[in-house]
């Protein structure tokens, strides 16, 4: 509600800007103070934020450094190669799977089983009269390392499946640079370069569409 005889568009006014104001103060609040403190999230995600698809043709080029049409030059492109690496996927650490094999013996339910059927075979050493602490030591130890080998082969087959993403990138592209249309392996290929996309193609990086004749995707 306003009041009579106040103007409506100085409270508007003054409104935005203690709105403005608050948020800058948040702002201010959310970065680094010192040294050594960690960035806020916030900040990273702007940092990764896709802009590319925002901006016009021409001024994607003039950002990028390229010509929609000649594409990169072959110098241009081996110098941006040799500073961003190549177009494949980082491979993760490889551990030995031996050490992955142990390492499941190592969680919070398979220690508890552990040390109840080392307490059953302790119980048995002590009174061997009866079996029944000696049958149940070899049931919990089997169902510890039944619950690891399951495990170890639930974790190798989910990395098996993750090393079949690397054949999802296509070994060619077709470029231009210097003005002429080139094939390349897709490993070579930088930003800013402009590739020629055909009817079957795999898409062999990030790109942004600036033509396109009668497209259709098939996102199955």
Same mark, same amino acid.
Request: glycine content about 6%; hydrophobic content about 40%.
């Given at each position: 509600?306003?009041?009579? #005889?106040?103007?409506?568009?100085?409270?508007?006014?003054?409104? &935005?800007?203690?709105?403005?104001?608050? &948020?800058?103060?948040? !702002?201010?609040?959310?970065?680094?103070?010192? $040294?050594?403190?960690?960035?806020?999230?916030?900040?990273?995600?702007?940092?990764?934020?896709?802009?590319?698809?925002?901006? &016009?043709?021409?001024?994607?080029?003039?950002? =990028? #450094?390229?010509?929609?049409?000649?594409?990169?030059?072959?110098?241009?492109?081996?110098?941006?190669?040799?500073?961003? #690496?190549?177009?494949? =996927?980082?491979?993760?650490?490889?551990?030995?799977?031996?050490?992955?094999?142990?390492?499941?013996?190592?969680?919070?339910?398979?220690?508890? =089983? &552990?040390?109840?059927?080392?307490?059953?075979?302790?119980?048995?050493?002590?009174?061997?009269?009866?079996?029944?602490?000696?049958?149940?030591?070899?049931?919990?130890?089997?169902?510890?390392?039944?619950?690891?080998?399951?495990?170890?082969?639930?974790?190798?087959?989910?990395?098996?499946?993750? !090393?079949?993403?690397?054949?999802?990138?296509?070994?060619?592209? =077709?470029?231009?640079?210097? #003005?002429?249309?080139?094939?390349?392996?897709?490993?070579?290929?930088?930003?800013?370069?402009?590739?020629?996309?055909?009817?079957?193609?795999?898409?062999?990086?990030?790109?942004?569409?600036?033509?396109?004749?009668?497209? $259709?995707?098939?996102?199955?």
């Amino acid at each position: 509600m306003v009041k009579e #005889g106040v103007n409506e568009l100085d409270v508007a006014r003054q409104f &935005s800007e203690t709105s403005a104001k608050v &948020s800058e103060a948040i !702002e201010q609040k959310k970065k680094p103070g010192k $040294k050594g403190e960690q960035a806020d999230p916030e900040d990273l995600k702007k940092e990764l934020e896709m802009w590319q698809h925002k901006c &016009s043709v021409e001024e994607l080029c003039d950002k =990028l #450094g390229t010509h929609p049409d000649n594409g990169l030059t072959s110098e241009d492109a081996k110098k941006r190669l040799d500073s961003d #690496g190549p177009n494949v =996927l980082s491979p993760p650490k490889v551990t030995p799977w031996w050490l992955k094999l142990l390492l499941q013996f190592t969680d919070f339910f398979s220690m508890l =089983l &552990s040390a109840a059927a080392i307490l059953c075979f302790i119980g048995y050493g002590l009174d061997n009269s009866t079996q029944d602490n000696l049958y149940l030591g070899c049931v919990l130890t089997g169902v510890v390392i039944v619950t690891a080998l399951f495990s170890f082969w639930q974790e190798f087959k989910s990395e098996k499946t993750m !090393e079949a993403f690397k054949n999802f990138l296509p070994p060619q592209a =077709l470029v231009h640079r210097d #003005g002429k249309q080139l094939q390349i392996p897709a490993k070579d290929l930088v930003v800013g370069d402009v590739v020629d996309v055909k009817l079957g193609d795999k898409i062999p990086a990030d790109l942004r569409i600036i033509k396109n004749a009668k497209l $259709k995707v098939d996102n199955s």
